[in-house]
Structure formats: C-alpha cells, structure tokens
C-alpha cells in the first residue's frame, strides 16, 4: 500500500506536468508563424501567430493586437479559445491588380458551419486585408441585438490604451448619416474614451498619434452587408468587424473583406492613398462627376433651409411661384442652370412615405412637363423612402417586384426594371439628378435590408444601373457610410450631403472633416442650400443668416452644389456671383476643401497635442497651365495658429517655384510661404471668415506673380483659365468665358499690383499678356 503522503506528492507532480504541458502547447500555438513588412512602408509590420492571432505593430510598436474571432452558426456563437477548432493553416504567395502579396489563411470548423479567415499583406503596399469566407455557409446565425451587433468578428481587435512616443492613440471614427458626419467621433483611442455609434450605422475608424502614422479601418468588400460590433467590456473591450446582426442565412462561398491602411504623412495623405487604392479597385470614374450640371452650374434650391420649402407666395401656386423665382433671378441677371424640387410636389403614402412619384395637380396644375417647359431648367428630384402603400408595388396593384412590410410601414424595390421605367420617365420633365434622400430611414427601418445580406446591395445597384443608363446622375442624402462606400460601384453617385440640411444661422457648414471621407472615394461633398441676404422676411424657420460670405465660400470650396434658396425681392447678386462666370460655371478648386490635420489631432488628443489648432482650417488647391495654387480657408479660429505648407498638405504644389501667401482682403500684405517661414493666422470668425491664396512667383525679374480674379471666391480656377505660359520674363495667360462677359485679373508686378481687364468675344476666350499689359 502506498503511504498517503507519497500519493499526494505524485498527485502534485502529475497536475505541475499537466499544467506545464498545455503552457507548452499555448506558446506552441501561439508561435508567430510570419512577420510581414511592406516594402514601402517599413514602419508597418504584420504579425500573425499559429492561433489566427495577429498584431499590427506602427515603428515597432503594436498599435493593434487582435481579440478572439467568432463565427456564428446553428442557433449559436463559436469562439476562439472556446469552440472554433482550428482545422488548417495554407500559407500562398498571391498576385492580383494591386500586386504581390503574401496570404495566411486559417480554416476553422464553427459547429456545422466551415469559414475562411485569411490575413493578406501586400508586398509593396502599407495595406493588410482581412477576409472571411462562410465555405458551406451558415444558418440560424442572426445576433441577440441585430442591429448594433455582427454575427461574426474577423478582424477582431483589443481596446486598450496604447502610449506612443508622441503621446496616446487617438482615432477619428465616420459614423451615423450624411457620409458619417451625424455622429462622427474623435478622441483616446481606450476603453473608457472610444464613444462610437457602431453596428449598421458603422464607418471608417483612424488611429494615429500626432506624428503622422496613421491607420485608416473599412470595409472593403460588401458594404452593405457588413457592422463593427464596439462590445465596451472595461479591459476586456473589443471591437470587432463582421457580417451585420440581423443576417440569419448565409449562402455558401459568401465572402466579406476589411482593409487596415497605413500612412505615414498624415489623415488626408492615409485617405487620400486608402480611397485611390479602393477606387482602383472597383474602377470608381469620375466621367459623371465632370459631366453632371447640377455640380458644374448655379442653381435654385427649395429643401429644407430654403424659403420656398413647403412654402408658396401668397395667394400662388407651387407652379406660379417657381416661374416668379425665375423672373426675378432673370431681372438681377442670376443665371441659374437648374432648380432643385423637394418633397412637397409628390404623394405621399403610410408614415409619410412615397406613394407616388408623379407631381400632384394642386402643386402643379399644369403638371410638371409644363413647367419644366416654361423654366426651360433641368431638374433636380427629390424622393424620400418608399412606403408600403406604394401603387408601383404588385401587392398594391402596381407592376414592380417590391419588399413591402406590414410591421415597419415601409418598402425596397426589388426589380431593375422599375428603376429604369421611374428614371426614364422622369426625363421628360427635365430630371438631370436624382435625389435619393432619407437613405438612412430607408436602411435603417427596413427590416428585410438587414436580414438579407445581398438586398441593400441590389436595391443601390439597380438604381445606379438605371440612372447610368437614362444619363441621370444621383445625389446622396443622409446616407451612412455604407452608402458612400457602396458608391465604389456605382459611378452615376457624383454627390452626398456632407452635413445636416441647411438652416439659416446655424453650423451646418462644418463639412471639413466629413470631405477627407467623400472625396477619398471619388464622391463630391455638398454643403446644401444657403442663403444669399441675411434677411428673408417671413421665412418658416424664423430666423436670419448672419453669415452669408462663409456660406458662399464652404459651397464653392467643397467643389460640389451651389445652391441658392432665397426668397423673392431678397437675393444679393453681387455676393452670388462671386462663384461663378456669367452663365453660372462655377469656378472652382482642383478638390475639395478639408480640414487640415492639426485640426483633427487637437479635436483628438486634446492637451496631448501640442502644435495643434481651436477651430477650423481648411486647405485646398488649384491646378491650371500646369501650375499649382493653393487656399488656406479659416472660417473661425481661437488663438494664434501657425501654419506651414508641410502642415497645409500642399507638398504637391511646392514645385520648386517660391510661393508667397496674401490674405484675400489685403493684398498688398504679401510674404514668403515655406517650412521655414510659415504663415500666422489669428482673428478669422464666421462673420469674416478668412481666405489666404498661395500663389507662386512666376518669373524673377521683374517678378510676377497671378493674383488672379479677385472678385471670385477662387481667383484662379481651371474653369477660367486654360494655360499660362511663362517664356523667360514673359507670361501669358489664356482665359475662356462667355461672349461680353468682363473680368479684371490682378498681378503683382515688382511687388506693384495692376490689375488687367478682358472683354470676351465669341470665340470665348482671350490671351492676357501681363508683360504689355493687354488683353485680346
């Protein structure tokens, strides 16, 4: 017999082995089975481990450190560590239209259910894809909460504060409508400080500490299908990417991807590389953006903001009023191009939806062919939400495939031929934009856009299809992200509203931050409706619009509509027509205007940024004759701010040539722009917003340089001028514009300024020879 004490000592001793034999098999599992580091990015490093664990390490610290995947299926959810088996590694070397990549992919059994997890790092590009694969697909997979969760999570990534040599992580997240605008978030990127609206109203998330490493986080693939899940768990928080909550089938071989994108320059360089990368990816052109009106020429708005929404001149009709505007505008020589018609000309059905998208006789009486005839105006329409009472659907007599629910009041149309036949017949009066507003409501109340993950694909697919086809282009209107980025796809989206609906006196033109995310995919930012006098008697809204001269500027630096919605007898033509030539092109910047980075970082880190600036400044620039200008816009500012072209992002205008800065109010006050002489900028508010140009010196002796138009709001625009031809001390600049149209162009010559005017002909353009001082 065995003395007790031995058998507890070789009881002791067998339970220390069992211990030390699974520490060994967890370090065995957790061996890092590749590190990848991207040629070009020698400061990103990927490192994945035999478990599917990975860190994202940014100058040899570990930015990112993933949490456990999981995959739901059969009624349940299978975890890493718990019950997602791990059933083989595949490591490829790969070749797609990016390039050379390295591919580890992790195949796990999830119950009855076979998923993909696949980590692809780039051989020559700072990007890193995440892709999930349901092999055999997966049913009963729906989320406790479906619509703020996801129903599965690759990538999975830890929440934790992470100090930098700079300071704390701090992020940038684009959530909620109007392009993630609504609910955008900045701040420490730690458990306690991450305040994000996650699940179907999701966007891109940036990290980045100060210095200019920055990380820009999507999806990538399935815009419309896919969340982030942020589970707030103190220390054990996490945020996950996945398929949305509410999905409870999916098909065999569906697959989703999400990107992590790194920079070194900076939040404008890191979307500026991320959104070329998806553009190319899905082929995103600009041909519908250069050819649509509604974003080239001047227009008339009646949404939201305007005068004339939901109201009408006394004793008038929708009709009468409309062609009044008109007359008035033709009497202060306005030349507005189209006019934009909201939601009060058609019928409305259930909760306010679309019955019906055809003009109501009391609006227009004549109908709305008749209209269109006498303006002799394009149009711009607007739609909401389809309700369920629509009479285009079968279930309500109609000819057309729709979702119609009962439950939420609502409907989706589920057949392209219904698009083409609405857009089609639409031509007729005129229709050149459609606007598709109330995405948000649409999406977010539908419940079958959540439960089918190919739905919301197909309802946006179709409607781009049937605009590209009828010449139409669409303009977005509290859209999520999802929609913007879906956009990829879709190249008749030219335009999105960037903030909420205009209202007069209030900051909805803070569109600085929410342009990095429209323009980095190929989409054109849009401020909305303004007006021109700050008082327009009798308005809805009760109010006044103090700050006119910074509505114009945000409207023509954002490169998208301006739009004017005064009533009649109150416009101010002179301040209209700082935006255009005389038949109402807009003479505009080469992008879009946006905040510069500074601004975000100090919005961020706070007093864990110290070269930061309170307020905003917004940077641009114009290339024409294949020379660089740049703007530095300042709609109001706190403090002292200095600022460098480094800073500006404009290292792609800093040729070689000098550039000198002068603020648009003072020319004469002009000094020296680089590095080593930045600008200060102090006292800029919204009533008197400031505008510096960045011009560069031309020739040395004498030394020229462009002021340009100063009666514009951008003095020199590509829309204007063609060519500038610089020829030893000689420069000749070659304008175009409407026959009897006169413009006066400012140089500074020899630090004297002369200005010289131009007549145009019919032939629309003239050569301005700065040395004789002539125009012809």
Not at 227 to 233: P, T, V
Request: hydrophobic share 35%; aromatic share 12%.
């Amino acid at each position: 017999m065995i003395p007790a004490t031995v058998g507890k000592k070789t009881m002791n001793l067998c339970l220390i082995l069992t211990v030390l034999l699974l520490l060994v098999i967890a370090v065995s599992q957790h061996d890092a089975v590749n590190t990848y580091s991207p040629s070009d990015a020698d400061n990103l490093d990927v490192i994945l481990f035999n478990d599917g664990s990975f860190k994202i390490n940014v100058r040899g610290q570990t930015w990112l450190t993933s949490a456990n995947m999981f995959f739901n299926s059969n009624g349940r959810t299978y975890a890493q560590w718990r019950d997602l088996i791990l059933s083989n590694i595949d490591k490829i070397n790969g070749y797609d239209t990016t390039g050379t990549y390295k591919q580890t992919t992790y195949t796990f059994e999830a119950g009855p259910s076979k998923v993909n997890a696949a980590v692809r790092v780039y051989d020559a590009h700072p990007i890193v894809y995440f892709t999930q694969t349901f092999e055999n697909g997966a049913n009963r997979t729906k989320a406790a909460s479906p619509i703020n969760k996801t129903i599965s999570g690759f990538p999975s990534f830890q929440v934790k504060g992470v100090t930098t040599a700079q300071g704390p992580l701090g992020y940038l997240a684009y959530c909620g409508y109007h392009t993630g605008d609504k609910s955008k978030a900045f701040g420490i990127f730690s458990p306690t400080e991450l305040n994000i609206t996650d699940g179907i109203e999701f966007g891109p998330i940036t990290l980045f500490d100060g210095s200019g490493d920055t990380l820009v986080i999507s999806s990538a693939s399935k815009f419309m299908s896919v969340n982030n899940w942020f589970n707030k768990d103190g220390d054990k928080s996490t945020l996950s990417y996945g398929i949305m909550g509410g999905v409870d089938n999916v098909p065999a071989g569906f697959s989703v991807d999400f990107i992590v994108y790194y920079s070194s320059q900076g939040i404008n360089q890191a979307y500026e590389g991320w959104g070329e990368h998806l553009r190319g990816l899905y082929g995103r052109s600009d041909e519908f953006i250069r050819n649509d009106l509604t974003l080239n020429y001047l227009g008339y708005e009646t949404d939201n903001g305007s005068y004339y929404y939901y109201v009408v001149e006394s004793g008038k009709t929708y009709q009468d009023t409309i062609l009044d505007v008109l007359d008035y505008a033709k009497q202060l020589l306005i030349p507005y191009r189209y006019i934009q018609y909201d939601s009060w000309w058609y019928f409305k059905g259930f909760g306010g939806g679309v019955k019906s998208w055809e003009a109501r006789p009391d609006i227009f009486p004549d109908g709305f062919q008749y209209v269109h005839n006498k303006t002799g105006l394009p149009s711009l329409g607007h739609n909401r939400w389809w309700s369920n009472d629509t009479v285009y659907a079968k279930q309500n007599g109609g000819q057309y495939n729709f979702i119609v629910e009962s439950t939420t009041g609502k409907a989706v149309p589920n057949d392209q031929k219904f698009w083409d036949d609405l857009l089609e017949n639409a031509t007729s009066w005129g229709l050149v934009t459609y606007e598709q507003d109330w995405l948000n409501v649409e999406f977010d109340k539908v419940d079958a856009l959540h439960s089918d993950v190919s739905l919301g694909d197909t309802w946006l697919t179709q409607m781009g299809k049937a605009a590209a086809k009828n010449g139409i282009t669409i303009e977005y209107c509290m859209s999520p992200s999802r929609h913007i980025m879906h956009a990829l796809q879709t190249n008749a989206v030219t335009q999105t509203h960037a903030s909420n609906d205009y209202i007069p006196g209030k900051d909805q033109w803070e569109i600085g931050v929410s342009s990095i995310f429209a323009y980095a995919m190929g989409i054109v930012p849009i401020k909305d409706a303004m007006w021109s006098s700050t008082i327009q008697p009798g308005n809805r809204y009760n109010k006044t619009e103090p700050n006119t001269e910074l509505q114009l500027a945000v409207s023509v630096l954002s490169t998208g509509a301006v739009a004017i919605g005064d009533r009649i007898g109150y416009s101010n033509a002179t301040l209209i027509m700082r935006c255009c030539n005389a038949e109402g092109l807009i003479l505009k910047p080469s992008k879009p205007a946006t905040a510069v980075d500074d601004q975000i970082y100090q919005t961020a880190l706070g007093g864990h940024y110290s070269n930061g600036v309170e307020g905003h400044v917004w940077t641009t620039y114009i290339e024409v004759g294949g020379l660089k200008f740049g703007i530095i816009f300042v709609p109001d500012i706190y403090g002292v701010y200095s600022i460098t072209p480094t800073k500006a992002g404009f290292r792609n205008i800093m040729t070689g040539k000098q550039m000198m800065v002068f603020e648009a109010r003072d020319m004469r006050n002009m000094s020296a722009f680089s590095d080593q002489a930045p600008l200060r900028i102090s006292g800029c508010i919204k009533s008197k917003p400031c505008t510096y140009h960045v011009t560069p010196v031309l020739t040395q002796n004498p030394s020229i340089l462009m002021l340009g138009e100063l009666t514009k709001v951008v003095p020199v625009s590509p829309q204007r001028v063609t060519k500038i031809d610089v020829t030893g001390n000689d420069v000749k600049v070659y304008l175009k514009g409407v026959p009897s149209e006169g413009v006066y162009f400012t140089f500074s010559i020899d630090s004297n300024i002369v200005t010289i005017s131009c007549t145009f002909g019919n032939s629309r353009t003239a050569v301005l020879d700065v040395t004789a001082k002539t125009c012809q």
